[in-house]
Every structure is written in structure tokens, then in C-alpha cells.
């Protein structure tokens, strides 16, 4: 038997709630705006310091890439107290010139073993490693002699 509503009265609706691409969009500008505000709290200090990593990892590797070429030992030494610069590679030829500054601030290096790193020109340098700090945060650069200097976590 099927129930039909008396003449003249209204018909039922349907039990209301959310539809289900009204909950997703919700969703998706949730995501959204954490993501956005995620992004602009981030420590401008932290981002420096990855920036100068990356961008010293990439000096490291072209320096290392130019003693094997060159087959002349180079070696990256933070702080040059002759020449004022925040770093240097020393054993460079002459036509081969390197930046010798940080970015934005000063960064302060602390290398594990000696006073700089060998970069070459041997294909296979010791395992080396740097920690660099820029106020209360540090990040860790290494090789273990065979692949490039990247970014590596603390041990």
C-alpha cells in the first residue's frame, strides 16, 4: 500500500543535513588556509639557513668538480682572517672564481675534523661533515666521499 499525501497538504522533505560536495569544499578551504598560514609563521632565520646550505652545497660540489678537473688539492676554509671573507677555497686555479660570502648574515661554521674541508682532487674524498648556525638554529652539510654535499641529519 503507498501513502500518498492528503490534497492540498504539502509534501515531505527530505531529512536536511550537508551534501557531500558541500563537506569537501569546506574541507579544501580548510586545508588551504592552514597551509597558507603554515607557510607564513615559518622562521625567517630557518629559511636562511637552508637557503645558505643549499646554496654552499652547490659551491662545495663546483669547487669539488673544478680540483678534479684542474688536479689541484683545493680546500673550502671558513672565515678568512687575512681577507675578511666569510669563506674561502684555497688551491683554486686563478680563472676560477668563487663567491666568498654568505647571502644575509653571517653564518657560523663549525667543521668536524680540522680546520676545512678537502674537496680534492682525488675522486673520492674523506666522509666530511659542517654544521652551520645562524642564531638558535643549525643544519648539518656532509658527504661520505663519494656523493655530493647535502643536507644530512644529525647523528
Known amino acids: 500500500m ?9 509534501p515531505r522533505r527530505a531529512a536536511g543535513g550537508f551534501t557531500l560536495i558541500e563537506l569537501l569544499v569546506v574541507v579544501a578551504l580548510v586545508a588551504i588556509t592552514s597551509a597558507a598560514i603554515s607557510l607564513a609563521l615559518r622562521d625567517p632565520a630557518e629559511m636562511q639557513l637552508q ?3 643549499q646554496r654552499l652545497a652547490a659551491l ?4 669539488r668538480a673544478e680540483s678534479r678537473a684542474s688536479g689541484l688539492a683545493v680546500r673550502w676554509i671558513p672565515k678568512g682572517a687575512k681577507t ?3 669563506f674561502r677555497f684555497e688551491g683554486l686555479p686563478a680563472s676560477v672564481s668563487l663567491p666568498t660570502r654568505w647571502l644575509g648574515e653571517p653564518v657560523a661554521v663549525q667543521i668536524e675534523n680540522g680546520p676545512g674541508l678537502v674537496l680534492g682532487p682525488e675522486p673520492v674524498i674523506p666522509a666530511q661533515r659542517l ?3 645562524l642564531g638558535s638554529q643549525s643544519l648539518t652539510l656532509g658527504t661520505d666521499g663519494l656523493g655530493p654535499f647535502d643536507t644530512v641529519t644529525p647523528q
Open 131 to 133: 654544521r652551520l648556525l
Open 84 to 86: 675578511g671573507d666569510d
Open 2 to 10: 503507498t501513502r500518498t499525501s492528503a490534497p492540498g497538504s504539502k
Open 60 to 63: 662545495l660540489e663546483a669547487a
Open 51 to 53: 637557503r645558505e646550505a
